[in-house]
Every structure is written in structure tokens, then in C-alpha cells.
């Protein structure tokens, strides 16, 4: 899957409340999906880990010389370094364990883009908790694999027309270990899970561990409904129910593969990747910059667009879910209508499967199905 060009920063917040004030404290992730010669974007996201807020600023300051030039979903304002970004109104409230995120595009010096060293939130410090000095510790998930897992690097196990693969391909930028193991197939719909425990470059994908339907460098079972032409306009109707537990940086993501041919081979690579969000943590972010919010399916999503080699477009759920029902062809039917992506091409591949940075963790697929129709 795509990779992540990001700075990673983790603050803390929190707060100390005085007597008719509320306890505030919060989380904040600091992230760069994409710079270049004079820009950067930045995306951040908030965990309020205090009482419940009706309204919220969130201030920081940039140290080499920052301006931002564009934001979105918070209020901006810039004196010299200093910044704060106010909640845009519909994103006021904020429960208790709750995120929100907002992100920016900036200029830069070309020099130096350190992240900023610390944050506030409706004016207290950043530092971990709702105790001044005492940090409040992440409970680390406890991963109980069951019996049959497999943990080399590329394992794999079929389940009826789909194969789960342990895809462990940026393990090199990091060291740790991750299983896969098969749970049970009824028709088209399986369940399947994964555990893992990596550290490393905090902004390097290690894994994405998946369910594979179709082409991966090369065809390994037949009877999956792929390739199917995108003018063809079938319905790739699918369902995902699953539980997350996790320390650490991750997503949990479909990923669908293009190609201008309709029988690749291992020496085709894809021409477009497009990938659809349903859950992160951590910070992670999509390769590339947001183009646009678009709704599809019933919810949100924001849009990414970038290049690795080949065209990856990103759909993230502005919020996160553990149950989805969704038909893929409308997100391909979307980037058509923009004029990013060419009818005539063929969707080789849809995987699903959870792209991990850093951290350790759980993800249990209890019930998944993609048809085509």
C-alpha cells in the first residue's frame, strides 16, 4: 500500500482546573503528510482526554518563521509565530475521549519545518493528563492470538475466494513482529485477524496485513468476480465489521488496485491505487494533499490526492467506525466524474487490511464480504 511522508510529534495536554472550572486535557498529533519548495500541509488531531468541551481553541507556536496560508475545519489566526485555531462551530462539542482533527497548508523557509514544540488547549499546557505533571498512561492492549497463527513475513491463508496475507512490506524500517490468522468462511463472508507489536520509524508503514480479493502481483484464485472494467459499472457491494485494539499509529483500510489491462501479470504494476479510510489512530495520514470533503455512502470524507510511482487517491472517514457497508463503485464513480481516473480502466484488486506505523495491537475482522455483481 501507499506509504506516508510524515513528521510525527505527540503532545500532551492538560490541565489543571481551579475551582468552578473544568478539568481540561488533551492529545495532540502533529502531522506533515506532504512538503514541498516553499509549502508543507499539516494535519493534527486532538483527543480531549478532560471533561467535556462546548468549544474549543487549540494555540501553538512555529519557530522557524511559519505562516499558514489556508485551513480547515478550525478558525486560523497567525500573530508572528504565534497561532491558534478555533473550532469551525458544528465541531464545537467534544466529549470526553473524543477526537477531532484540522489540518493547514503553509509556507516555509526551506531550511528548517520543525514541528511545533508544544501545544495548548483553551489556553493549559499540553502535558499528557488531567494532573499536572503525571501523565496519564495508554493502557497497552493486551494481544492473545489464537491457536494456527502464522507470523513469517508473506504467509498466507486462503478462505474461499479470498487468501489473507501477512504483508509485511516496510519491515525494514522498523523491527517487531506481526501474525495473521484465519477465523471461519461461510459463503462470501469470512472472518480473520491480526496482531502485531512494531517499533521504528514512527513515520514508515510496516505492514498492511490484509484480506486479498483479485490480483496481487499476479492472479492466486480464480472465481472472484475481478477484473471487472469500471464503465462496466457493477456493483462492488461490501460489508466490514471489526473490533480495534491498539497503542501506536495505524489505520484500518480498504485498498483497491487499477490497471489499464484486464489480465495483469506480476510484471504490471497498477496505475492508480485508491484507498478508503474507516478508522485511524495515531496521527497516520494519507500520502499526498486533501483536495475536498465529499460525502459518499452516508458519511464524510476527506479527499487526498498524491503520486508514489503511480496515482493514489485517499477517501478518510472524518469519523471513525467498526462497521461498514459501503459499494466501492461509487469512489471509483467519484474520481471518474472528476476527471482523475479513466473509465476504461479495470479494478484489478480489492484488499482490506490495516496499514500499521508503530505500536502495538489487535485487529479482529468478524465478519467481511465483497461481491461483485
Same mark, same amino acid.
Given at each position: 500500500?501507499?506509504?506516508?511522508?510524515?513528521?510525527?510529534?505527540?503532545?500532551?495536554?492538560?490541565?489543571?482546573?481551579?475551582?468552578?472550572?473544568?478539568?481540561?486535557?488533551?492529545?495532540?498529533?502533529?502531522?506533515?503528510?506532504?512538503?514541498?519548495?516553499?509549502?508543507?500541509?499539516?494535519?493534527?488531531?486532538?483527543?480531549?482526554?478532560?471533561?467535556?468541551?462546548?468549544?474549543?481553541?487549540?494555540?501553538?507556536?512555529?519557530?522557524?518563521?511559519?505562516?499558514?496560508?489556508? !485551513? /480547515? $475545519?478550525?478558525?486560523? %489566526?497567525?500573530?508572528?509565530? *504565534? &497561532? +491558534? @485555531?478555533?473550532?469551525?462551530?458544528?465541531?464545537?462539542?467534544?466529549?470526553?475521549?473524543?477526537?477531532?482533527?484540522?489540518?493547514?497548508?503553509?509556507?516555509?523557509?526551506?531550511?528548517?519545518?520543525?514541528?511545533?514544540?508544544?501545544?495548548?488547549?483553551?489556553?493549559?499546557?499540553?502535558?499528557?493528563?488531567?494532573?499536572?505533571?503525571?501523565?496519564?498512561?495508554?493502557?497497552?492492549?493486551?494481544?492473545?492470538?489464537?491457536?494456527?497463527?502464522?507470523?513469517?513475513?508473506?504467509?498466507?491463508?486462503?478462505?474461499?475466494?479470498?487468501?489473507?496475507?501477512?504483508?509485511?512490506?516496510?519491515?525494514?524500517?522498523?523491527?517487531?513482529?506481526?501474525?495473521?490468522?484465519?477465523?471461519?468462511?461461510?459463503?462470501?463472508?469470512?472472518?480473520?485477524?491480526?496482531?502485531?507489536?512494531?517499533?521504528?520509524?514512527?513515520?514508515?508503514?510496516?505492514?498492511?496485513?490484509?484480506?486479498?480479493?483479485?490480483?496481487?502481483? !499476479? /492472479? $492466486?484464485?480464480?472465481? %472472484?468476480?475481478?477484473?471487472? *472494467? &469500471? +464503465? @462496466?459499472?457493477?456493483?462492488?457491494?461490501?460489508?466490514?465489521?471489526?473490533?480495534?485494539?491498539?497503542?501506536?499509529?495505524?489505520?484500518?483500510?480498504?485498498?483497491?488496485?487499477?490497471?489499464?489491462?484486464?489480465?495483469?501479470?506480476?510484471?504490471?504494476?497498477?496505475?492508480?491505487?485508491?484507498?478508503?479510510?474507516?478508522?485511524?489512530?495515531?496521527?497516520?495520514?494519507?500520502?499526498?494533499?486533501?483536495?475536498?470533503?465529499?460525502?459518499?455512502?452516508?458519511?464524510?470524507?476527506?479527499?487526498?490526492?498524491?503520486?508514489?510511482?503511480?496515482?493514489?487517491?485517499?477517501?478518510?472517514?472524518?469519523?471513525?467506525?467498526?462497521?461498514?457497508?459501503?459499494?466501492?463503485?461509487?469512489?471509483?464513480?467519484?474520481?471518474?466524474?472528476?476527471?482523475?481516473?479513466?473509465?476504461?480502466?479495470?479494478?484489478?484488486?480489492?484488499?482490506?487490511?490495516?496499514?500499521?506505523?508503530?505500536?502495538?495491537?489487535?485487529?479482529?475482522?468478524?465478519?467481511?464480504?465483497?461481491?461483485?455483481?
Amino acid at each position: 500500500m501507499a506509504t506516508l511522508a510524515a513528521l510525527l510529534v505527540a503532545a500532551a495536554t492538560v490541565l489543571t482546573a481551579t475551582t468552578a472550572r473544568a478539568a481540561v486535557g488533551c492529545q495532540v498529533t502533529y502531522t506533515v503528510p506532504n512538503q514541498w519548495s516553499g509549502g508543507f500541509s499539516a494535519n493534527v488531531v486532538i483527543k480531549n482526554l478532560g471533561d467535556p468541551l462546548t468549544g474549543w481553541t487549540l494555540g501553538w507556536s512555529f519557530a522557524a518563521g511559519q505562516q499558514i496560508t489556508s !485551513g /480547515w $475545519k478550525a478558525t486560523f %489566526t497567525q500573530n508572528g509565530g *504565534q &497561532v +491558534s @485555531a478555533a473550532d469551525a462551530g458544528w465541531n464545537a462539542s467534544l466529549g470526553t475521549n473524543a477526537t477531532t482533527d484540522l489540518g493547514f497548508n503553509a509556507t516555509w523557509n526551506n531550511s528548517a519545518n520543525p514541528a511545533p514544540a508544544a501545544f495548548t488547549l483553551n489556553g493549559v499546557t499540553c502535558t499528557g493528563g488531567t494532573t499536572p505533571g503525571e501523565p496519564t498512561p495508554t493502557p497497552t492492549p493486551t494481544v492473545t492470538p489464537p491457536q494456527g497463527q502464522l507470523c513469517n513475513a508473506f504467509d498466507s491463508v486462503t478462505m474461499g475466494k479470498y487468501w489473507v496475507n501477512n504483508n509485511l512490506w516496510g519491515q525494514d524500517s522498523g523491527t517487531g513482529t506481526q501474525c495473521v490468522w484465519a477465523g471461519s468462511t461461510s459463503g462470501s463472508t469470512i472472518s480473520w485477524g491480526t496482531s502485531w507489536n512494531w517499533s521504528g520509524q514512527s513515520n514508515q508503514v510496516k505492514s498492511y496485513a490484509s484480506s486479498v480479493l483479485g490480483w496481487h502481483w !499476479g /492472479w $492466486k484464485l480464480s472465481n %472472484t468476480g475481478l477484473p471487472t *472494467q &469500471v +464503465s @462496466a459499472n457493477r456493483n462492488v457491494s461490501t460489508t466490514w465489521n471489526y473490533n480495534v485494539s491498539t497503542t501506536g499509529t495505524m489505520n484500518v483500510a480498504y485498498d483497491l488496485w487499477l490497471h489499464t489491462i484486464s489480465n495483469p501479470t506480476w510484471e504490471n504494476n497498477p496505475t492508480d491505487e485508491v484507498m478508503i479510510w474507516t478508522y485511524r489512530t495515531g496521527g497516520a495520514g494519507p500520502v499526498g494533499t486533501r483536495q475536498a470533503t465529499v460525502t459518499l455512502g452516508g458519511t464524510n470524507w476527506d479527499l487526498y490526492r498524491g503520486n508514489i510511482g503511480w496515482e493514489v487517491y485517499s477517501f478518510v472517514r472524518t469519523g471513525n467506525t467498526s462497521s461498514v457497508n459501503l459499494n466501492l463503485r461509487d469512489f471509483l464513480n467519484h474520481l471518474v466524474s472528476r476527471g482523475w481516473l479513466a473509465s476504461s480502466k479495470y479494478l484489478t484488486s480489492v484488499q482490506a487490511g490495516t496499514e500499521v506505523f508503530i505500536g502495538q495491537g489487535r485487529l479482529d475482522t468478524t465478519a467481511y464480504s465483497v461481491n461483485v455483481s
